[in-house]
């Protein structure tokens, strides 16, 4: 079945560690793709998105995420988180309509 | 606030009671999507429209399952005759700008 993969259920870093969250998909042809943050007790927002040229896009709050369509992945990353970047992070692929991943709940001790 | 907005924020029904939930998307976009969240997973497509138009039905939305936007603006998801199964987030978005802005969703629980 065609899907949207996180390997991390949850991840715990301390501050200033960097992040690397995968994300894989199965399906085939043009998607466009895409990262969402879900803050505690906020509703879900854009952290950066790809649809074509450069596969390393650069989102906000220092996030970057790299297309490498061999791989068929999308990883998400962050040279130094904070510990504001508690939440959950979720990938989604846009084939036709969007499609998300089971999402990775991010922890970062102060 | 202009961005989406859900309503109600909690809902709680005894099973075989039918819900109603509501979305007011941003005002200038014209596709609304329906998604449904439960725990441990991300949110799962149900169904969008393209003004006043359904063009997509997932499979997830059973007969029990009905949405509207009768005049291109809101949408009301209604779900009839409840089962334990339903209890999720609801979570409703608009697109705009090849972007999906998403509400904070309805929480449904079905006792």
């Known amino acids: 079945a065609q899907s949207v993969s996180q390997h991390n259920h949850h991840v715990i870093l301390s501050e200033a560690a960097s992040l690397e969250l995968g994300c894989n998909y199965s399906y085939g042809g043009t998607v466009n793709l895409f990262w969402y943050v879900q803050y505690p007790g906020q509703h879900l927002q854009l952290l950066l998105k790809?649809?074509?040229?450069?596969?390393l896009v650069k989102g906000i709050k220092g996030f970057e995420a790299e297309f490498i369509k061999s791989k068929f992945s999308f990883n998400l990353r962050k040279p130094s988180v904070q510990w504001s970047d508690t939440a959950e992070y979720f990938c989604a692929v846009r084939p036709n309509d969007m499609r998300f991943g089971a999402g990775t709940r991010l922890t970062v001790k102060p | 606030d202009t961005g989406v907005s859900q309503d109600p924020r909690h809902k709680i029904t005894k099973r075989g009671q039918n819900v109603t939930f509501r979305c007011d998307p941003i005002?200038?976009?014209?596709?609304l999507y329906w998604y449904r969240q439960t725990l441990g997973q991300g949110p799962e497509f149900l169904t969008y429209?393209?003004?006043?138009?359904?063009?997509?039905k997932s499979r997830l939305l059973s007969d029990r399952f009905s949405a509207e936007r009768p005049k291109g603006s809101f949408s009301t998801l209604e779900i009839q005759r409840t089962e334990q199964g339903d209890s999720a987030m609801y979570l409703c978005?608009?697109?705009?700008?090849?972007?999906?802005?998403f509400g904070p969703g309805t929480r449904l629980t079905v006792l």
């Open positions: 790809y649809f074509s040229g450069d596969p």
């Open positions: 429209f393209q003004n006043e138009a359904q063009l997509e």
């Open positions: 005002s200038e976009h014209n596709r």
């Open positions: 978005a608009s697109r705009g700008n090849n972007e999906q802005f």
